[in-house]
């Protein structure tokens, strides 16, 4: 069982910068961020491989977001920058046990974070 705790959202004025956190308790491979604004399903945002060698972005967030790997302290980071209002939602963390590439798929991921909100405003 991995427990992922995500910290570093909030509120944040359009155009501004927020740092999303997520620590695994235990080993975890592929990693990746999801949002899910309200009323809509749940969408990747970002991706990184095992040992953080390799990302892949949603098109929407391309150029503004950059996922990365901190291996020494097993944490994954979502710096997100030029936030727009469209960007508001609830950000999930998830984690694979079982795959090491990136994968946009979130049946890949076995394990969740219980989310943490960012809110932008126009």
């Known amino acids: 069982q991995v427990q992922l705790v995500e910290s570093g959202g909030g509120l944040v004025q359009a155009g501004g910068s927020l740092r999303l956190s997520c620590a695994p308790s235990?080993?975890?491979?592929?990693m990746g961020w999801f949002r899910q604004a309200p009323g809509k399903e749940r969408e990747f945002v970002a991706a990184i491989n095992w040992n953080g060698g390799s990302t892949k972005y949603a098109d929407s967030v391309k150029g503004r977001f950059t996922i990365s790997k901190d291996n020494a302290k097993n944490t994954v980071h979502l710096q997100m920058n030029s936030l727009k209002p469209e960007d508001t939602g609830v950000f999930y963390c998830?984690?694979?046990?079982?795959?090491?590439?990136?994968?946009?798929?979130?049946?890949?991921?076995?394990?969740w974070g219980q989310g943490t909100q960012v809110t932008v405003s126009s």
């Open positions: 998830a984690a694979s046990v079982t795959m090491m590439g990136v994968t946009t798929e979130n049946r890949a991921y076995q394990y």
């Open positions: 235990g080993r975890a491979f592929a």
